[in-house]
């Protein structure tokens, strides 16, 4: 470790202004927050000096490409702390810091406002026009001509009342203070911000296999069949198409249905078992059609404002090119075997991890970020990946850097359900979006507990929710054996609370709910493992309400960012009252968190959530069911029947109509 | 501003392991946390790598002079947290890190744990083998062979039984660990601490005027008058005696009595007026005495137990050498005439502000510091720093650096009352104590919010309270005409709420009470201007409590620190209380707010806070009165008689006698 002295010799004149604590800030500024094209950061910092000197702050950001720096001057928010704002127009990485330097020229200001004995005011009056003289010294034209003029009347007049006017001159005392030489000044580190399309804050996920999507039992189903499907998607308001891995799939050791240790003869295999004698990571399953259907699919999406996303899963089965072309990218056996996954006393030998420690990883490295690559010149915008918590951080890092460099348009969504510090530091390192725990939060004291952090804690500057009510791997423990009202709970605290959220789509359209066993979350007869035939014209599909829910959010801006969620009071703990406001759009949902039974209860709104005074009237109007309450104060009652919905999804306006 | 991009490009590979949030650290690691010899650092951060693997963590710190880094295992906390203490046993700038590692070892010992298949575990052995030679390689002697034997143990034994427990040898275990290769190592930033002496977290000051020291009327007190009165101040308990400037006294311009603009005949001035033709800084005022008479009072002072603080204000009067020595350390005035001190309209024309930004900075910044190693060549350890939030922050921060680097065991308490981010501020450049807002809180939630905030807020790591009921300046609202029960309790407030505390003596012993007018907080007649007779003996005063209360400071641990500090309830807004602890010595104190009416109420002790259990018997001694209470649980009834007592000041025993 190296040597740190306390506290530097100084050489030369320190800045005496001093800059502290700026914020948003990540780890002492060592990751960037992230926004939206559109968004503002705002930024803050405690700015001062010693003594009575007084000091002006300024903002300074760049974005993309800039080469120079653009600022904007801090308010003073009391207490030494100031704040400004700017706005970020475009993709990529941002910078910001802060400025701060002594104001000789407030300072001044303020004591000759004070002052009053004739002959002070006269002498401080020529000491103000030295101020003056060296900001008319930095300034062009006709500035400069006019701060000269008022240095000059500041040392000519003679009456002090007039003097007081001729100081006091707002309009000059701006034009000086913008040409001010910056004593003092010093600034903060610089710190980073990286912002992305509008689709990385606000989007709703649908996934579903494609070999399930056949019209016609027995056949296995293919990208034209997804394609054929994407109006109905479409329809139900969704605008990112998620596909589990459309690669071929491994044979040696093929795991069977439910996860059988042994494939049998038709067992399809599981999309994750990548790699096959076709090819791997940029191959797809013959069964599934060719990268031309790919790329008409991809098209067709886009045509219809969703774009697909990929899962990338970086492992591979043995049957993988790469386990013979590469055979030092895989970890060996004291035998001379391939090790393969494995979670004592559970054996995964149909997968190979990838050792992201080879000797070789600069080419493996390479290897794999040309895989995103590939998929990107396919038309691809949008990648989950697979458990990237199972490999190295600094390979995250690397690799999104260097994708976003080319392609800032470019999501990453990590599927990494472990430790929390784990999946915040992914969050950190660069992935857009992030799987959550909302899978297994169900109470209303674990709902509200975990959104609050989602919106509110400092982690949110980089950690974006994507919330799945369900999975392929995961039928959560409320869904299990549960009827399809606990599903259209589930869909309306997923939509409403989130403005990134998903639903793994034909399960939870039709509410399934089997468990392979009393044990796991895994689904009975689980797609993962084999072609499904899912029945989606089904008359108790969920598919209306998605729509509807899909389409509110789409409706209301209030519903397309996380920050501003509030809570509110309920007497009964089945109710769970929110609300989220964009400027003038407010909404406020009531759900019944039980699917069995009709709730009722009184709910305490905080009105100005709202934006309503705390006295008056007001209107909400259940954008699921047309209806519309007149109310009062903040007091309301609220009855819901899980058989006529899972909750009010209220728009809110002022006043009665 | 710099260019910053937002991820480097990897060119060899990176750590794994990472390491964050690393705690203490101030700003993120810009300043350095304090402690005093003897006390302990504890240090956690997050530590944790990607997937299964399992980490280990390490402190390492290092003290003055130390050429390499010592190092302790960190325990895990769960939820990937860690931490480890240090002693910091010697005086300077203390250093430390942390680093992490991957931890194969114990990864291959948890799933080798879960293995059940022979063949399964024969092979796992095998590769545990591996990992054995290789920390073999790294170690000498007796352990390189006991490793090597193992490894061959789990090389050839073939019984699954047998192999389980030839793995699972914890003493082997652990010596491997010991020298394990440090796979993906990290290492966090270097923090610094800086260690005082003890008296920097625990002191009891004294403050008064030598020239009022005189035992006749009529005759100047000197500093020999100072050392006669030693005995009678160290019986009192205190450690510090701190003078107010002893240098001459400029006489152009001098303030008379009660801050009168001019002087009369006699009048002797402010001792904060410094400067005349008898000299400066490292004078001392003629009738005070010399610089032999100052060092017998410095030695006649140590050998009581005490130490003289002198008063540093770094201003001078127009009499000052400096101003004609050095005309360029003194802004000039449009008309030429140097610039006095003002704050308008007020005017201080007997003082010069010093212009720290002259171009001469460095030879002015070099003569103020070699002021304060003048002193300390005098035998003065302890420096009160008058007003330094007037002077920039970067002379501080040098000068401390620098006096520190030479002679650790300087103290420097900073008589800043101004905005909390300046004072703190002063504190994280480098001053070991600070003056606090404790003068103006007096209600009990003032109070415990605010000690709550001293105690227990992040920047207790760096700013270390001394509070002041009264001060030459500062007679505050609730002593203002207040009985002399009024000054006990703010003794009891002062010396048990905080370890470090301090009186202007004579005036708070003898319960001075006289305004100067209704508005300022300046005594009538303050002795800032005149010399005072101050009737020590006088039967009312408060001299016999304040031995009591600095004696038991000094017989109870409890008392010498801060970080303790724990309220508990009162049904009486009158009645605060609240304990400190220090292993088994603990104080439970129940002060009553009131001076002019006896008060009774309610206490509800949080026991946990003590040390006892929940429903046991305790005993609390009252260590201001030897009377003894049996108490059961947590609820117990108080009375106080502000004519008896301001307070009880409980010693806790559990259990009865």
């Given at each position: 470790m190296n040597d740190l002295s306390r506290a530097p010799v100084r050489e030369t004149l320190a800045p005496f202004a001093i800059i502290e604590d700026v914020r948003p800030r990540i780890d002492d500024g060592r990751f960037a927050v992230k926004r939206v094209v559109g968004e503002e950061i705002e930024v803050s910092a405690d700015g001062f000096a010693h003594g009575h000197e007084r000091v002006a702050c300024e903002l300074r950001y760049r974005g993309p490409g800039d080469t120079s720096w653009r600022a904007v001057e801090m308010e003073s928010l009391g207490n030494d702390r100031w704040r400004a704002r700017f706005a970020v127009d475009r993709l990529g990485t941002w910078q910001y810091g802060v400025a701060c330097w002594v104001d000789h020229l407030s300072a001044w200001r303020d004591a000759f406002l004070r002052r009053t004995d004739p002959a002070d005011l006269r002498m401080h009056a020529r000491m103000g026009a030295e101020l003056v003289d060296a900001c008319a010294a930095n300034a062009q034209g006709a500035a400069r001509e006019d701060l000269a003029r008022w240095a000059r009347a500041l040392r000519e007049e003679d009456d002090p009342a007039r003097l007081h006017e001729i100081a006091m001159e707002p309009s000059r005392l701006e034009l000086a203070r913008r040409h001010a030489p910056r004593a003092g000044a010093t600034q903060s580190a610089i710190f980073p911000a990286w912002v992305d399309r509008e689709r990385a804050r606000f989007s709703s996920w649908y996934e579903c296999f494609p070999r399930s999507m056949s019209p016609q039992p027995g056949r296995h189903g293919t990208l034209a069949d997804v394609e054929a499907g994407l109006g109905r998607i479409a329809a139900m308001g969704f605008d990112v198409l998620y596909l589990p891995p459309i690669h071929p799939i491994g044979r040696t050791k093929r795991k069977g249905r439910n996860n059988s240790p042994s494939s049998e003869a038709g067992d399809v295999g599981s999309p994750w078992g990548i790699g096959a004698r076709e090819g791997g990571h940029t191959a797809i399953h013959p069964e599934l059609g060719t990268h031309e259907d790919f790329r008409r699919l991809a098209a067709a999406a886009r045509e219809r404002g969703m774009e697909i996303a990929l899962d990338i899963a970086l492992q591979v089965t043995p049957d993988h090119p790469w386990v013979t072309q590469h055979p030092d990218w895989f970890r060996r056996r004291p035998d001379g075997s391939v090790q393969f996954a494995e979670n004592p006393p559970k054996k995964y030998e149909d997968i190979y991890p990838i050792d992201f420690e080879t000797?070789?990883?600069?080419?493996?490295?390479?290897?794999?970020?040309?895989?995103?690559?590939?998929?990107?010149?396919?038309?691809?915008?949008?990648?989950?990946?697979?458990?990237?918590?199972?490999?190295?951080?600094?390979?995250?890092?690397?690799?999104?850097?260097?994708?976003?460099?080319?392609?800032?348009?470019?999501?990453?969504?990590?599927?990494?359900?472990?430790?929390?510090?784990?999946?915040?530091?992914?969050?950190?390192?660069?992935?857009?979006?992030?799987?959550?725990?909302?899978?297994?939060?169900?109470?209303?004291?674990?709902?509200?507990?975990?959104?609050?952090?989602?919106?509110?804690?400092?982690?949110?500057?980089?950690?974006?929710?994507?919330?799945?009510?369900?999975?392929?791997?995961?039928?959560?423990?409320?869904?299990?054996?549960?009827?399809?009202?606990?599903?259209?709970?589930?869909?309306?605290?997923?939509?409403?609370?989130?403005?990134?959220?998903?639903?793994?789509?034909?399960?939870?359209?039709?509410?399934?709910?089997?468990?392979?066993?009393?044990?796991?979350?895994?689904?009975?007869?689980?797609?993962?493992?084999?072609?499904?035939?899912?029945?989606?014209?089904?008359?108790?599909?969920?598919?209306?309400?998605?729509?509807?829910?899909?389409?509110?959010?789409?409706?209301?801006?209030?519903?397309?960012?996380?920050?501003?969620?509030?809570?509110?009071?309920?007497?009964?703990?089945?109710?769970?009252?929110?609300?989220?406001?964009?400027?003038?759009?407010?909404?406020?949902?009531?759900?019944?968190?039980?699917?069995?039974?009709?709730?009722?209860?009184?709910?305490?709104?905080?009105?100005?959530?709202?934006?309503?005074?705390?006295?008056?009237?007001?209107?909400?109007?259940?954008?699921?069911?047309?209806?519309?309450?007149?109310?009062?104060?903040?007091?309301?009652?609220?009855?819901?029947?899980?058989?006529?919905?899972?909750?009010?999804?209220?728009?809110?306006?002022?006043?009665?109509?």
């Open positions: 000797r070789d990883w600069r080419s493996l490295w390479q290897t794999l970020r040309e895989v995103f690559e590939f998929w990107i010149g396919e038309g691809v915008e949008v990648f989950r990946v697979d458990n990237p918590h199972t490999k190295p951080f600094a390979f995250w890092e690397w690799l999104i850097a260097g994708i976003h460099r080319e392609h800032p348009r470019v999501i990453f969504l990590a599927e990494a359900f472990t430790r929390p510090r784990v999946m915040h530091r992914l969050a950190k390192l660069g992935f857009t979006q992030s799987y959550t725990y909302f899978t297994w939060r169900s109470t209303r004291q674990e709902l509200t507990e975990y959104f609050t952090e989602l919106a509110h804690d400092p982690s949110r500057e980089y950690f974006r929710p994507n919330c799945w009510p369900n999975t392929p791997d995961i039928l959560p423990r409320q869904l299990r054996d549960a009827p399809i009202e606990a599903f259209a709970v589930r869909l309306v605290l997923a939509a409403l609370l989130a403005a990134n959220y998903g639903i793994y789509g034909p399960a939870f359209e039709l509410g399934e709910n089997r468990p392979r066993d009393d044990v796991s979350e895994e689904y009975l007869a689980s797609e993962k493992y084999e072609i499904k035939r899912w029945d989606l014209d089904r008359p108790r599909s969920l598919a209306p309400l998605i729509a509807k829910v899909n389409a509110i959010r789409k409706a209301h801006p209030a519903l397309q960012s996380d920050w501003s969620l509030a809570f509110h009071g309920t007497d009964n703990d089945q109710l769970m009252c929110w609300s989220k406001r964009a400027g003038d759009d407010a909404i406020l949902v009531v759900a019944n968190l039980d699917p069995r039974h009709v709730q009722s209860g009184w709910i305490d709104v905080d009105l100005r959530a709202l934006g309503l005074s705390d006295y008056g009237a007001w209107t909400v109007e259940d954008l699921l069911t047309g209806e519309r309450y007149p109310w009062w104060g903040s007091r309301n009652f609220v009855m819901l029947d899980p058989r006529r919905g899972p909750a009010h999804v209220f728009a809110v306006t002022p006043g009665h109509p």
